[in-house]
C-alpha cells in the first residue's frame, strides 16, 4: 500500500508562483505512472493536470501547458509540480496520485486508473 502526502499549497495573487511536492512512502520498481490532478471548486470530476513516467517522459493538460512543469526525485521518492504564472482558474485542490506497473500513455489524465492518492493540498490565486 503506497501512501502519498502531498505539501506546498497555499494562497498567492494572480501571476505567482507555487511549488507542489508528493512524498511517497515506498520506491516502485519499474513502470510507475504519478501525476497531479485538481479538483476545483463546484466541480465534481478531478481534472488532470500533468502526468510522468518512471523515464521521465512527460504530459500536460491543455490549460497548464507552459505554466507548470512536473519533475521527479526518484531517489527521494518526492514529486513535484512547479506552478508557474497562477490564474484564479488555477485554484482548486490538487492531488497527487500514482498507477504502479503501467506507464502514463495517452490516458494519463483518467482519474480512475490510478491505485493511490494523496490527501490534497489547497491551491488559491487570488484575482
Known amino acids: 500500500q503506497v501512501q502519498l502526502r502531498e505539501s506546498g499549497g497555499g494562497s498567492v495573487q494572480t501571476g505567482g508562483s507555487l511549488r507542489l511536492s508528493c512524498s511517497a512512502s515506498?520506491?516502485?520498481?519499474?513502470?510507475?505512472?504519478m501525476a497531479w490532478f485538481r479538483q476545483a471548486p463546484g466541480k465534481e470530476e478531478r481534472e488532470g493536470v500533468a502526468g510522468i513516467d518512471s523515464d521521465g517522459t512527460t504530459s500536460y493538460g491543455n490549460s497548464v501547458k507552459g505554466r507548470f512543469t512536473i519533475s521527479q526525485d526518484n531517489a527521494k521518492k518526492i514529486l513535484y509540480l512547479q506552478m508557474n504564472s497562477l490564474k484564479p482558474d488555477d485554484t482548486a485542490m490538487y492531488y497527487c496520485?500514482?498507477?504502479?506497473?503501467?506507464?502514463?500513455?495517452?490516458?494519463?489524465?483518467?482519474?480512475?486508473?490510478?491505485?493511490?492518492w494523496g490527501q490534497g493540498t489547497q491551491v488559491t490565486v487570488s484575482s
Open positions: 496520485a500514482s498507477d504502479p506497473g503501467w506507464r502514463c500513455g495517452t490516458g494519463w489524465s483518467m482519474p480512475r486508473r490510478m491505485s493511490y
Open positions: 515506498e520506491y516502485t520498481n519499474g513502470d510507475v505512472c
